[in-house]
């Protein structure tokens, strides 16, 4: 192996992917497992967390599920427990997971909103807050939110989930400086429109559809398996002093919004 290729190479290492079982997630994970790591699958659904892990066992990837709610802090602490005796130490956790509730701000129940922030912005500080301790000792790990381009921008009806994903850059940030002297680097990701479940009604719009591919340069979707590079990228030891960041990947909308 060279050394330029050893640099990128997640042989040895242990990756947990908050929301892995779907979606970016398990594409984030593919990448990740594809350059050697070990993958735990998060998520709420049991049933779909074993299917994607036995999709991915079928492809010759070492994964593990472990279904459990990112935002009950004593589960959360629990499983990293287990995971950590069982399978072992985290080194890369990815906090993908998220959701979105549309509706325009002076219609949007209390509720709807404060659920949004939690699965997007205060699990991703739990989760967080439970494998770091473990980096910390070894002094070394990789943390990856999930961001948005709603970190920076935001539509009508996405209030709620601009507000959790501009406070995910922020907490991106926050972590970045009170971890960096533990070697622990925390960066984030934002992704543009992508081709998912979540955005399929979407792109069936023909306005909306037009409209996206009319204002991205690359006058596209994007797909899923282009978020694996700078995943493996900010997961291996390649960005070491990369820290604190939120890097776009939007086929160059924000360029020229």
Known sequence: ????????SLEGKTALVTGGYRGLGLSISRGLAGAGA??????????????????????????????FDITD????????????????????????????????????PVEDFRTVLEVNLTAAFIVAKAVV????????????NICSLMSDLARPTTGNYAAAKGGLRMLT?????????????VNGIGPGYFATEMTQKLKDD???NSWICGRTPAGRWGMPEELQ????????????????????????LTAVI
């Open 38 to 67: 070990k993958i735990i699958l998060n998520g709420r659904s049991a049933d779909g967390v074993e299917a994607a892990v036995e999709g991915l066992r079928k492809e010759g990837y070492d994964a593990h599920g472990a279904p």
């Open 133 to 144: 301790p473990g980096m910390m000792e070894r002094e070394g790990g990789k943390v990856i």
């Open 173 to 185: 940030r926050a972590m970045a400086g009170e971890w960096a002297s533990s070697n622990i680097q």
């Open 73 to 108: 802090e004593k589960a959360v602490g629990q499983s990293i427990e287990n995971l950590t005796t069982n399978i072992g130490p985290i080194d890369i956790l990815v906090n993908n997971a998220g959701i979105q509730k549309r509706h325009k701000l002076e219609e949007m």
């Open 229 to 252: 590079g700078l995943a493996v990228f900010l997961a291996s030891g390649a960005s070491s002093f990369v820290n604190g960041q939120v890097i776009f990947v939007d086929g160059g």
């Open 1 to 8: 192996m060279s050394n330029l290729t050893s640099l990128y």
């Open 206 to 208: 023909p306005d909306f």
